[in-house]
C-alpha cells in the first residue's frame, strides 16, 4: 500500500466519524517514518486504525472496513482496532511520529515508531510477522539495541521475552555464507 492509500483511508475515516486524528497501529505505520517503502514491505490492503476519542468510532469505521463497498472499490481498508490491539512497550505514545502531510483533508495520522510496531510483531508473532520483522532488521529500518532497550519496558512474562529476544538476535545475524562449489572438471 502507498501513502497515498492509506491517506485516502484516513480522509474517508475523517469525514466517517468527524474527526480529525487517528492513530496507526499496523504495519502501514512504517510510512510515518519511511513514506517511500518498497511494497513487500506494506502489502497489506489495511489501515490498521486506533480512534483514541471515541469507542463508537470503531462500529462507524467498519463501514469503510473489510468487505465493505469502499474495500471493493479501492483495494483497501479501514480495520478498526483499540488500546489493547497490540502489546506495546511503555511509553509507546511519546514515541508516535507524524504521517507527511499528505491528501487527507486536515486528519493526522500518528504512526507507531518502527521500533514500536516491530516489538508488536515479535509479540504477535504470525508467520507474516516473522517475516515483516526479518525484512526490518535486514534493510535497517529497525536498530537491534533499540529493540532490546524497548523490549525490557514491555510488559511480557519471562518466557516470552526471551523468546523475542532469540528472535531479535535471530534477525540480526548475518546470513551464513555461500560456499561456492568448484566446478567438477
Known sequence: MKQQQVDHVLRAAGRIVKG???????????????????????MSMEV????????????????????????RTFGCYADPVDDRTA????????????????????????????HDLAISKYVARREKDIIFTRELARRGYVEQATLLALLAKTPLDEAVNARIRENISEDFRPPPKRRNKAPHS
Not at 49 to 58: E, P
Not at 64 to 71: E, L, N, V, Y
Not at 102 to 111: M, Q, S
Open 20 to 42: 480529525d486524528q487517528f492513530i496507526i497501529i499496523g504495519s502501514q505505520s512504517l510510512h510515518g517514518k519511511y513514506p517511500d517503502l518498497p511494497d513487500e514491505l506494506v
Open 48 to 71: 490498521d486504525l486506533y480512534a483514541k476519542d471515541r469507542k463508537l468510532h470503531s462500529e462507524l469505521l467498519n463501514s469503510i472496513g473489510q468487505d465493505s463497498d469502499f474495500h
Open 87 to 114: 502489546v506495546l512497550p511503555m511509553g509507546w505514545k511519546g514515541r508516535l511520529v507524524n504521517l507527511p502531510e499528505g491528501d487527507t483533508e486536515g486528519v493526522r495520522g500518528l504512526c507507531l515508531d518502527p
